[in-house]
């Protein structure tokens, strides 16, 4: 089945009490049993609901995948991965990420004795050079947030595989439309949910989406063990976003590639992060695991006062203010003070995040009033 066919079908059913052809939304706590234990597979909704059921099936067979897990967030997600991890065993960590993945990481579970090195994978035999007895885990974000860096996913997954390491992709700037990390190699794919799969800025979620039995099983066990399940209405928003995934993410590869080239060649622009651009670092390897480029977009101005790219923020008016991303309408965001302030400003300054980047996620909007609002808000 192709990919429009799965969103729209996979693991699907009209409601077999009614033919209802939307998943009802289960929206209860706990399920009759007729005598203990004997029960219709459903017990309590921590546990098991068939709404989250039905969006997990979805889920993993848009990844490709043999299982699948859904949290209250993408760092509820996350926070179950890092579970798996021992005191004493080590993570390296794509050195660009979200900030908060990076703050899970640094603040909470480096108090439980897990350690983490913040390494670019740009130079794989330079981090092999890292890995020790102790390393379980690489953790990937490709492409980046907020530089858009490509990771080459077949090559780390390759070295992980010599290790013994697992390697975990947040999929999450791509979206399963454009990156299957799974059939790349990698163990684990990670999806903040609220982004591209939901699409319309209304809910808040995560995903796992695993091969591994053996892991599915550890995953779940945490999911139900730890508690942070998302709630049955949210799994039928996301149902239901997720049936036109395919079509957003075209409409937002195209409109970021017209932003990115605009910003290219505006006078006011210092520098433009897009994986679609020819002169991209990565290009290469984007063009070889992804299907598109995706709809995130950061630049910076040639000015390099803090004023002038606030200024810029604020003059804007189609592209909102605002953190998150992956929704239908445009957002502007300032990664030093919002989605990356709790990273420390040396920690970014050293991996290439200046506070001059402006992160653009590129909505579904017409791109020629996004790009008369950009080039207005320039001046
Ligand atoms: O917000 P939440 O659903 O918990 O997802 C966390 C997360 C994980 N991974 C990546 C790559 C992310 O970008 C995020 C969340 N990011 C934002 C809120 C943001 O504006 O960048």
């Known amino acids: 089945m192709k990919f429009a066919t799965k969103a729209i079908h996979a693991g699907l059913e009209p409601d077999p009490s009614t033919g209802a052809i939307m998943t009802p939304i289960f929206q209860t706590s706990t399920y009759v049993q007729e005598s203990p234990g004997k029960h219709k597979g459903y017990e309590y909704a921590r546990t098991q609901n068939p709404t989250r059921d039905a969006l997990q099936n979805n889920l993993a067979a848009l ?23 021992n005191p004493g065993d080590e993570v390296i960590s794509t050195n660009d990420l979200y900030g908060g ?3 899970i990481f640094t603040k909470v579970f480096e108090r439980y004795g897990i350690k983490f090195k913040f390494l670019s994978m740009d130079d794989a035999q330079h981090l092999e050079k890292h890995i020790t007895n102790e390393t379980k885990l690489f953790w990937i974000e490709t492409p980046t947030n907020p530089l858009l860096n490509i990771v080459d996913i077949r090559l780390y997954t390759e070295l992980a595989k010599k290790y013994n390491i697992l390697t975990c992709v947040d999929n999450t700037f791509a979206s399963p439309y454009l990156q299957n990390p799974l059939d790349l190699g990698a163990d684990i794919v990670l999806h903040s949910v609220t982004k591209y799969i939901g699409g319309h800025s209304d809910s808040v979620m995560g995903a796992i989406i695993t091969n591994h039995k053996d892991i599915y099983d550890s995953l779940k066990f945490i999911q139900n063990a730890c508690g942070a399940i998302p709630g049955p209405q949210d799994c039928f928003l996301i149902l239901r976003g997720i049936k036109t995934l395919h079509l957003r993410m075209e409409r937002h590869c195209e409109n970021a590639k017209k932003i990115a080239s605009f910003l290219l060649q505006n006078p006011k622009v210092e520098q433009v992060f897009y994986p679609g651009l020819i002169n991209h670092p990565n290009h290469l390897v984007a063009k070889k695991q992804m299907n598109d480029f995706g709809g995130m977009v950061s630049f910076s101005l040639k000015s390099q006062n803090i004023e002038d790219a606030f200024l810029f923020m604020r003059k804007l008016k189609l592209f909102s203010l605002a953190e998150s991303l992956g929704g239908v309408e445009s957002l502007v965001g300032h990664p030093a003070s919002m989605t990356h302030a709790s990273i420390p400003k040396s920690e970014r300054e050293k991996n290439g995040l200046k506070d001059t980047l402006i992160r ?13 609002d950009l080039e207005s808000a320039i001046g």
């Open 101 to 103: 993945t990076y703050r």
């Open 63 to 85: 990844e490709n995948g043999k299982h699948a897990l859904c949290f209250a967030s993408g760092l509820a997600a996350t926070d179950a991965i890092l579970k798996l991890l």
């Open 360 to 372: 653009l996620s590129v909505g579904v909007e017409d791109a020629s009033d996004l790009i008369e």
